[in-house]
């Protein structure tokens, strides 16, 4: 007796796979497709483009512009992406970019976020030099005072800057700023240029640089910073900018953020 053949699977697969094709057709530049068009772009028959299109409208993958007859993504999709921003942690996206950016620096890195009018580093990669600047996990530092938290700083709302420095502004060094009204305008300085860097104000002989880490939303969520000696640190500043801007920027297009990539476009 002949044993039965299992039915083949891959008819299935390769369904799967054009619809796969199909939702990566919608794009920034082409947000509207219509079924001659989509038949042409991948090359199949309009009828089996409209069977795809009519299963992904159908769980809302996919809407249809009932004026001109168009398709284009569904809210589906977005929903599917916020499990996706929900789901991302943080320090797990940022770790290995922190252990790259370490080791190209040579210096100390840090990723520190806000809580309440502090900032709290979460993670960090030391540098191996018997000399170097470095913060303990967990420890909750003023946020105007180094590079790490000024920028953070720099990103809240006017009323909660406001709010800090109304509640006094202690010196940890002769650099750091106490004066309102020159923070105020260090601060609008950082925004402006989209880093921040300190030299001396914390810790003396300690020199750092911050950038913004974005979120799917473009809200600024931590900062990532390389901070060392000045001795090393002068010799080495250009360097320390670009890699930390870079480093920056990945971990904002793994968080999702759309003003990180398309910042990027307009470089290229």
């Given at each position: 007796?002949?044993?039965?053949?299992?039915?083949?699977?891959?008819?299935?697969?390769?369904?799967?796979?054009?619809?796969?094709?199909?939702?990566?057709?919608?794009?920034?530049?082409?947000?509207?497709?219509?079924?001659?068009?989509?038949?042409?772009?991948?090359?199949?028959?309009?009828?089996v483009v409209h069977r795809m299109?009519?299963?992904?409208?159908e769980r809302g993958y996919v809407?249809?512009?009932?004026?001109?007859?168009?398709?284009?993504?569904?809210?589906?999709?977005?929903?599917?992406?916020?499990?996706?921003?929900?789901?991302?942690?943080?320090?797990?996206?940022?770790?290995?970019?922190?252990?790259?950016?370490?080791?190209?620096?040579?210096?100390?890195?840090?990723?520190?976020?806000?809580?309440?009018?502090?900032?709290?580093?979460?993670?960090?990669?030391?540098?191996?030099?018997?000399?170097?600047?470095?913060?303990?996990?967990?420890?909750?530092?003023?946020?105007?005072?180094g590079a790490p938290t000024k920028?953070?700083?720099?990103?809240?709302?006017?009323?909660?800057?406001?709010?800090?420095?109304?509640?006094?502004?202690?010196?940890?060094?002769?650099?750091?700023?106490?004066?309102?009204?020159?923070?105020?305008?260090?601060?609008?300085?950082?925004?402006?240029?989209?880093?921040?860097?300190?030299?001396?104000?914390?810790?003396?002989?300690?020199?750092?640089?911050?950038?913004?880490?974005?979120?799917?939303?473009?809200?600024?969520?931590?900062?990532?910073?390389?901070?060392?000696?000045?001795?090393?640190?002068?010799?080495?500043?250009?360097?320390?900018?670009?890699?930390?801007?870079?480093?920056?920027?990945?971990?904002?297009?793994?968080?999702?953020?759309?003003?990180?990539?398309?910042?990027?476009?307009?470089?290229?």
């Amino acid at each position: 007796m002949e044993s039965e053949s299992k039915p083949k699977k891959k008819p299935k697969l390769e369904t799967a796979h054009r619809m796969l094709l199909l939702l990566e057709c919608f794009t920034d530049a082409k947000p509207e497709w219509g079924v001659t068009e989509l038949s042409e772009e991948l090359d199949c028959y309009k009828s089996v483009v409209h069977r795809m299109l009519s299963t992904l409208e159908e769980r809302g993958y996919v809407t249809q512009n009932p004026v001109n007859k168009k398709y284009s993504l569904g809210l589906k999709l977005f929903e599917l992406g916020m499990v996706v921003a929900r789901g991302m942690n943080l320090r797990t996206l940022a770790k290995p970019e922190l252990k790259t950016l370490a080791e190209q620096t040579g210096e100390s890195v840090l990723l520190t976020v806000v809580d309440g009018h502090s900032g709290v580093c979460i993670e960090k990669f030391e540098s191996h030099e018997s000399i170097k600047s470095t913060s303990q996990l967990g420890k909750r530092v003023p946020l105007y005072g180094g590079a790490p938290t000024k920028l953070l700083m720099a990103f809240l709302p006017e009323p909660e800057q406001e709010e800090i420095i109304a509640a006094g502004l202690q010196a940890f060094s002769p650099f750091t700023e106490t004066d309102p009204d020159i923070l105020r305008e260090a601060l609008a300085q950082i925004r402006k240029q989209d880093y921040s860097w300190t030299f001396q104000e914390v810790d003396m002989g300690s020199v750092g640089i911050a950038f913004p880490v974005r979120n799917h939303e473009n809200q600024v969520v931590a900062s990532i910073s390389v901070l060392g000696p000045q001795f090393r640190m002068e010799d080495k500043m250009e360097k320390c900018h670009e890699c930390c801007r870079q480093a920056a920027q990945t971990i904002s297009l793994k968080l999702g953020s759309k003003w990180v990539y398309e910042a990027r476009i307009a470089e290229v």
